[in-house]
């Protein structure tokens, strides 16, 4: 039985990934240190899954969200937005533009 077509991320899975990764990186854990805090906080992800969410070949459930949100200590809400701290578009790049630095999507509000 061949697996239903997967809908592409959108720019909240998007800015998931991408914070996950920055966040990882600027505190220097390895996919193993985010699972082992994981493992901790009640939500275990392996290192492979880790590893498909940062690359955006695997969706993050409530459950798994709501765990990173904990493990790295902030709000769900901040692994959900563009990243503020972006040097080159501060979170917000010009409509219909995408940042080469973060890759977040100048989208326009309706």
Same mark, same amino acid.
């Given at each position: 039985?061949?697996?239903?077509?997967?809908?592409? =991320?959108?720019?909240?899975?998007?800015? @998931?990934?991408?914070? !996950?990764?920055?966040? /990882?990186?600027? /505190?220097?854990?390895?996919? /193993?240190?985010?699972?082992e805090r994981l493992a901790q906080a009640g939500r275990a992800i392996p290192v492979l899954e880790l590893s498909a969410i940062d690359t955006g070949e695997r969706r993050v459930d409530v459950d798994d969200l709501v765990a @990173?949100?904990?493990?790295?200590? =902030?709000?769900?809400?901040? =692994? =959900?937005?563009?990243?503020?701290?972006?040097?080159?578009?501060?979170?917000?790049?010009? !409509?219909?533009?995408?940042?080469?630095?973060?890759?977040?999507?100048? @989208?326009?509000?309706?």
């Amino acid at each position: 039985m061949s697996e239903p077509p997967r809908s592409p =991320l959108g720019p909240a899975g998007n800015n @998931l990934r991408r914070n !996950i990764r920055r966040l /990882r990186e600027q /505190r220097r854990w390895s996919y /193993r240190d985010v699972e082992e805090r994981l493992a901790q906080a009640g939500r275990a992800i392996p290192v492979l899954e880790l590893s498909a969410i940062d690359t955006g070949e695997r969706r993050v459930d409530v459950d798994d969200l709501v765990a @990173l949100a904990a493990v790295f200590d =902030l709000g769900v809400e901040e =692994l =959900l937005l563009p990243p503020a701290d972006c040097v080159t578009c501060h979170g917000a790049p010009p !409509i219909g533009f995408m940042c080469m630095e973060c890759g977040t999507s100048g @989208l326009p509000t309706a």
